[in-house]
């Protein structure tokens, strides 16, 4: 595995991933982020990934991360949720990302003229996207602010999918937008795009129909949405901090490094040695897992074979020097866990790839409730997708009453798009059930924050 990884570390290393995108702010502890977009963000993972990997790398710095993406918004759709979906969570930091529906789809890329028409659709997203800067002009100074080129529509892969051809295009010509105008107001930028193309061009050249988008060209599997976290983190500054890194002499019983972490009671006993480790942090967990439902078929996994996340992000390096010649077994807290020979850990071995050692076992535990956390928070954002696109605007707007589901009701027969949300409204429509689901988060979360603290684990080395 660690030859496999450092060949395509080598390759990425000479991808054009360093695009014109600098350093964005870190989270902070007690931070209120919400991520603002539309159904890559509404259904995505990739705000969950990121708040995972604080959760597990910064076990003592709380902080909130709000999805607050709706299916099908616009950058005019967004504008007018800002007050009530957006500002009312006092965010102390806001992304925003959009393009993938300003820019349209049929009845666009199939016409003749097919520029003027997507120009067109670019001059107004970007004519509302300056109607959304300006209210983030009335924010306080000290709330952070970035903008996110969002993924790219997927025009090369060869999978059965109609495709719209331009549609990046004219999706980048909005992300030029958010560029120039992050610069001019000294506003965080990251850009999801080019990155993703690049990655995806080089999976097509063995596999032409790979996609990261395999259900539509349009929104990112799981494996997208790792790649776009990593970016995100990427773009944070963060690559190269360890979970933990340890170099001991055995023959010394002396602690040459502790990254991270702490080193204590080192003992020797014929050919083992072993030492009590408290860590800083947890190995980041990825699922094996490709999502259930219909046209998802990879998993977050699977996007370490993409991106060099393992080596830049998720290092728990353990190196013992001056061991006798020969095969050892690795112990924590007396569970065999792998073995290695003399030679293997002198020159280190990454534990944070070992997924049966108690503290991945913790972080587990940390991706399981994360993952049941986001799940319920998508049921909320069914519920705001409803009020924004059945009766934003109307008086029947919160009003949740009989009249709103007969409406719903009404209208799911004629529009798949209600039709999907009408199941989680008829529930979440009841105020006391959104208010259990939130309390279920809130407690989700709190729950998180009690067991991602590493705990003193007791590493043996056994002579085989």
């Not at 991106?307 to 690795?330: C, D, H, K, S």
């Not at 696109?389 to 009003?399: E, H, I, P, S, V």
């Not at 989680?424 to 279920?440: C, D, Y």
Request: charged share 25%; glycine share 6%.
């Amino acid at each position: 595995m660690r030859r496999f990884l450092a060949t395509v570390s080598l390759f990425l290393l000479a991808l054009p991933l360093t695009f014109s995108q600098s350093l964005i702010p870190v989270f902070k502890a007690g931070d209120r982020v919400a991520l603002v977009g539309d159904s890559i963000t509404h259904g995505g993972h990739y705000h969950s990934y990121i708040w995972l990997y604080y959760m597990t790398r910064f076990p003592d710095m709380p902080l909130t991360i709000m999805n607050r993406g709706v299916g099908g918004d616009e950058a005019r759709s967004i504008l007018d949720r800002w007050d009530w979906d957006v500002l009312k969570e006092n965010p102390t930091y806001i992304t925003l990302t959009f393009g993938m529906n300003d820019t349209g789809y049929w009845g666009v890329y199939d016409k003749e003229d097919v520029e003027t028409l997507s120009q067109e659709k670019v001059n107004r997203s970007l004519e509302y996207f300056s109607k959304i800067t300006s209210r983030l002009e009335e924010l306080p100074s000290d709330v952070k602010i970035v903008m996110i080129g969002g993924s790219p529509y997927d025009e090369t892969s060869t999978f059965n999918n109609a495709v719209l051809p331009g549609k990046n295009t004219a999706i980048q010509k909005i992300i030029s937008g958010q560029e120039s105008t992050a610069r001019e107001r000294g506003w965080g930028f990251v850009d999801l795009n080019k990155p993703m193309l690049a990655l995806a061009a080089k999976a097509q050249s063995t596999d032409p129909a790979y996609s990261f988008c395999p259900q539509d060209r349009i929104h990112p599997d799981k494996d997208g949405q790792m790649v776009m976290a990593y970016l995100f983190l990427k773009a944070q500054g963060l690559a190269g901090k360890k979970v933990a890194g340890i170099d001991i002499d055995a023959s010394k019983k002396k602690v040459l490094e502790a990254d991270n972490c702490k080193i204590t009671n080192i003992t020797k006993s014929g050919g083992n040695i072993s030492f009590d480790y408290l860590a800083g942090a947890l190995p980041y967990p990825c699922d094996s897992v490709s999502e259930h439902g219909w046209g998802n078929i990879h998993s977050q996994r699977d996007a370490l074979a993409i991106i060099p996340f393992t080596e830049e992000f998720n290092q728990e390096t353990l190196r013992v020097r001056r061991l006798a010649e020969g095969n050892y077994r690795l112990l924590i807290d007396g569970q065999s866990v792998a073995e290695f020979t003399s030679s293997d850990l002198s020159a280190g071995i990454n534990m944070a790839e070992l997924t049966n050692t108690p503290q991945y076992r913790q972080a587990s535990a940390v991706m399981y409730l994360n993952e049941e956390r986001f799940e319920n928070d998508k049921r909320l954002r069914e519920y705001v997708w409803m009020e924004s696109n059945m009766f934003g605007g109307t008086d029947q707007m919160f009003k949740d009453d009989w009249k709103s589901l007969e409406m719903v009701e009404a209208e799911a027969k004629k529009n798949p798009f209600v039709g999907y949300s009408a199941y989680w409204f008829r529930k979440s429509s009841i105020p006391e059930v959104r208010e259990t689901w939130e309390k279920l988060s809130s407690d989700l979360v709190e729950r998180i924050y009690t067991i991602n603290k590493p705990v003193t684990r007791r590493i043996t080395l056994e002579k085989i």
